[in-house]
């Protein structure tokens, strides 16, 4: 792994006997105990996370809200200060280049978290999207580190180091600092849990860390790895790119309708037009939540069947550890996507049943 990205956190994770992988050009822990383990203890408790992998950029000046606008899905300009909001990045023809989350610190300044695998793509597509507007633009990926703290005693434990960030609303945050560090904290995850995220500058990793897992009750918070991410995501029935959505399969398919706002004026955003068509479609496909009989999981790709006909695929797929069930994540015709709907995943060695069921699959 010696040609790995390593975050600002690799000292901590080594220290805490973290088994590592690489994950999109990163050396990245996929677990310390067990995911099952790590799963329970963010429903029950708190996990710490390591998402520094993510791409983080700035965009400041004059146009900043209006080159936002043109490249985001939601509306940006209308916007509050301190305020977060999550929205697709598309191409002309409505697929995802990526999901994203937008952070406006003012009218002229704003945050944008992106996936680690499309992050250089993101950076070339703003260049050419640009054209005359006025700003400047940053990637801080590398400046800075990213950790989310995640579950339901997260809030309790971070009232001892500030009373401001318990009050938070969802999807809104504030900045602190700590000696002349400035920390981006948002009400804000990936878990289906309560809990924040916070970009730091990567000078200030180490020193976060052994301040958060130092200055707490005994096993209110435990770092936590990308296997339990993934499982506790899917849970929640949050969508994953690369599974979910892609450059082919656009957000109205993965479901992502509140993040759309195709009656955006102006010069709208790119693939709004094509993103229209689909929602007038009589006949879309549509992304929805599997139960499967049995304690086998689907997998990414795995058909999904009505009778003897294929009806679509699966995105993901694991056992639940909250539920003890198989679950799954499928993009099928809209014929078979009513909740209630009886269909077979065919897993490979067998053929199982499996039952439309409304998504989020688990909710606190």
Wanted: proline share 3%.
């Amino acid at each position: 792994m010696t040609d790995l990205k390593k975050t600002p956190f690799h000292k901590a994770h080594v220290e805490h006997g973290a088994k590592l992988v690489e994950y999109t050009g990163w050396e990245m822990p996929l677990l310390y105990t067990s995911i099952i383990e790590e799963h329970r203890q963010v429903r029950e408790a708190g996990g710490l996370f390591d998402v520094s992998h993510m791409g983080r950029f700035t965009f400041k000046g004059r146009d900043a809200g209006r080159f936002l606008d043109r490249v985001c899905t939601r509306d940006i300009a209308n916007m509050q200060d301190r305020q977060v909001r999550y929205a697709l990045v598309c191409n002309e023809e409505g697929g995802c280049r990526d999901d994203v989350l937008v952070y406006r610190q003012s009218e002229t300044e704003y945050t944008m978290v992106c996936n680690a695998a499309n992050r250089s793509k993101l950076v070339d597509h703003f260049a050419e999207v640009k054209g005359d507007l006025v700003y400047r633009f940053a990637d801080i990926t590398d400046k800075t580190a990213m950790v989310a703290l995640q579950g339901p005693k997260v809030m309790d434990v971070l009232a001892g180091f500030s009373k401001e960030i318990p009050t938070l609303k969802r999807y809104r945050f504030t900045e602190k600092s700590l000696f002349i560090a400035k920390f981006l904290v948002s009400r804000t995850g990936y878990t289906g849990e309560d809990g924040v995220e916070v970009i730091l500058p990567a000078s200030m990793a180490g020193k976060a860390v052994d301040m958060i897992l130092k200055n707490m009750d005994e096993g209110a918070i435990m770092p936590c790895g990308l296997g339990a991410r993934d499982s506790l995501r899917l849970e929640a029935g949050m969508a994953l790119y690369g599974h979910e959505i892609d450059e082919t399969i656009d957000p109205l398919t993965a479901g992502l309708d509140f993040a759309v706002s195709l009656e955006k004026g102006g010069d709208g955003f790119i693939g709004q037009q094509a993103l229209r068509e689909i929602a007038a479609s009589s006949d879309r496909r549509r992304l929805v939540g599997l139960r499967l009989e049995g304690r086998r999981a689907a997998r990414q790709g795995m058909q999904v069947l009505a009778g003897s006909g294929t009806v679509g695929a699966v995105t993901s797929g694991c056992l639940s550890p909250t539920l003890d069930a198989s679950i799954a994540m499928a993009i099928v015709e809209q014929a078979s996507s009513n909740e209630g709907t009886t269909l077979q995943v065919d897993l490979g060695r067998q053929v199982v049943e499996a039952t439309v069921v409304p998504m989020p699959f688990y909710s606190r």
